[in-house]
């Protein structure tokens, strides 16, 4: 073992892990892997967010709605804003119909926006364009994982090498990192000024806990994804502020009838079932129906000047 490294007893099998100081970061996976657990979620075969093919699939069919679904403004905004300011550059993971990319592209000179599902690009592209903020946005047709973070000296920064910006934002996009304790170092690496990661804390919108009840096929989803991101960055002694934000959503449909089916999908549930357990959250709305529930968010900042 190097200078800085130490190891700890797991004390499950007993084995003999080597980490990295600080030494207060061992506590966390040295009890849990949580890579292995993450691991465990990624192939769960009832998981097919796993799969990019997913992505193609599901954003050819929706990438025109997914607002919809959404309330302005999205949860970290003012966490994202306060970390910006003074900043040039700011790198987004994943930018989907880009409701971060505009308030960044809004606030920072360049904006790299990373993402790799095609009818995502286009429909990025063409709004951007058409709210006149395309001329500040890269977008890079590339997954995070197969993105190399160099030196910002170095002169052959590409698509595929990428040097550092002064943000990072990740919002509700490493879903399917293969390695998330590396990709999580990589988002540190690129970040020079701090980095911002959005996803779910665990909390479970009321159709879906009804869905997993109902049907053991259904995956009991979102894993809370924003706990296995703090616990790995621990492991790299990194340990970001994390906020919760309750933040709206809704969905909406002309009847009934439309609006549970498109939540509960094809879960093995009665629709009247649905309909009476969901009441407390639908109501009428323009000649149809909404479904309106809170879902808590939880925001990840870290800043270098915390280092
Ligand atoms: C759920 S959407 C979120 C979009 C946006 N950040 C937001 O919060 O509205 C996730 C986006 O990340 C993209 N994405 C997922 N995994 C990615 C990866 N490994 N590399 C690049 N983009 C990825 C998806 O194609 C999609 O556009």
Known sequence: MTRGEHSVKSPADGAVIDRVDPPVAVATSGII???????????????????????EGFWAANVESYE???????????????????GESALEIGPGTGRYTRRLSQRVDRVTAIEDATPVRSYLRSSLEAAGLADSVDIVPRSWEHVTIVEASDAESTAAR??????????WSLYRQPELGECLERIHAAAN????LIDSPG?????????????ETVLPSPPPR????????????????????????????STLERLVADLLGNA???????????????????????YRYELPVAVLVWRASDA
Not at 33 to 55: F, G, I, Y
Not at 193 to 196: D, E, N, P, Q
Not at 203 to 214: E, G, K, N, S, Y
């Open 226 to 253: 924003a706990a296995y991101y703090s616990t790995l960055l621990a492991d790299c002694g990194l340990f970001p502020e994390v906020h919760i934000e309750r933040r709206p959503r809704v969905r909406r449909a």
């Open 193 to 196: 000024t701090g980095f911002v």
């Open 162 to 171: 990428l040097s550092p910006h002064d943000v990072v934002v990740a919002g």
């Open 203 to 215: 909390a479970v919108p009321p159709h879906r806990r009804l869905a997993i009840d109902a049907d």
């Open 68 to 86: 919809d679904r959404l309330i302005e403004p999205p949860a970290g905004i003012g966490v994202i804003d306060a970390l910006l300011e003074g």
């Open 33 to 55: 892997d949580v890579q292995d657990a993450w691991q465990a979620h990624l192939t769960d075969e009832r998981n097919d967010w796993a799969d990019p093919n997913r992505d």
């Open 268 to 290: 093995a549930i009665e629709p009247d079932t649905a309909a009476d357990a969901l009441d407390p959250w639908l109501n009428r709305h323009d000649g149809g129906w909404e």
